[in-house]
């Protein structure tokens, strides 16, 4: 079998030249008002309602429908009344042209979506990813605390409430509260007592003659007790007052200098005291 193909080329005459730019010229005004109305029609749902930007606001009415190529073909009809240009191009060829547009913004609209689901689940790996490794560290930093404890005590904060409060979100982010819950259960595995204690005041007293200092401002890191002239860094004073009212719950009392855990302060010892373990099995 055989096939042949025919090129031909057109030798239209000078009257036939300027009467088919005519038709191209009105195919691309119908296309260029097409297109536009539907840009407009989507710049004005953009607009942020209590934001407006002056060239992002068209005044097109809320309930106007999309624009789309049925729509288009009845607005054409309409305009051919007003611009009797419009019917010196046959009818088929201009809705042939609203037809390719609406092809067009639907392929373009296929691709935004799919572009736009790839990008939700790369983002949703990557808070996948933050929340395995924040987990993993805190699993890690309790089982170093529990390792190193006969007792753990915390501060019975609730976190929800913390959240919205002046600490915002972003201790919610932080995981504290998932911190402490995985802490008490390695506590819990590794038989080391977990309480939580009374959170008030617990950056206001001082723990070694139980004075309220008052208020301190968060810039101010240290703790000078003006009663018994006790001086630590503030966060380790708030932590022996913890383990204080810690071991008086247990029935207990302090008679040990350093426990705080002040693992990365500087100004503290980090000395744990291992003891600790030895005291609760003699006790
Ligand atoms: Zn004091």
């Not at 106007?64 to 305009?79: C, D, R, S």
Request: aromatic residues 10%.
């Amino acid at each position: 079998m055989l096939n042949l193909s025919y090129e031909y080329k057109l030798k239209p005459t000078d009257e036939q030249i300027s009467q088919i730019e005519g038709t191209l010229v009105i195919c691309r005004q119908v296309w260029n008002y097409a297109l536009r109305e539907r840009k407009d029609w989507i710049n004005s749902r953009k607009c942020p309602i209590n934001a407006g930007s002056l060239d992002g606001e068209y005044i097109i009415p809320a309930d106007a429908p999309y624009p789309n190529y049925y729509i288009q073909a009845a607005g054409l009809t309409i305009a051919k009344k007003l611009f009797p240009e419009l019917k010196t191009v046959n009818a088929q060829m201009l809705q042939q042209v609203l037809r390719k547009l609406e092809t067009a913004f639907l392929d373009m609209k296929r691709k935004g979506s799919s572009n736009r689901h790839k990008l939700n689940q790369k983002i949703a790996r990557l808070h996948q990813r933050v929340t395995d490794t924040r987990k993993d560290w805190q699993f890690k930093l309790a089982h170093e605390i529990a390792l190193d404890a006969g007792m753990v005590f915390v501060e019975d904060i609730d976190f929800r409430v913390w959240a919205k409060g002046m600490f915002s979100k972003h201790t919610l982010d932080a995981g504290f509260g998932q911190f402490i819950s995985i802490l008490s259960w390695v506590c819990w595995k590794q038989g080391v007592d977990f309480e939580k204690v009374n959170k008030d005041y617990t950056s206001q007293v001082c723990p070694n003659c139980d004075r309220h200092t008052g208020k301190k401002a968060l810039d101010n890191r240290v703790h000078n007790c003006p009663e018994c002239g006790y001086t630590t860094h503030r966060d380790v004073a708030a932590a022996q007052v913890i383990r204080n009212r810690g071991l008086s719950a247990e029935g207990r009392f302090v008679d040990i200098k350093e426990i705080a855990w002040g693992g990365g302060l500087t100004g503290t010892l980090n000395s744990l005291v291992k003891s600790q373990r030895d005291r609760k099995k003699k006790a």
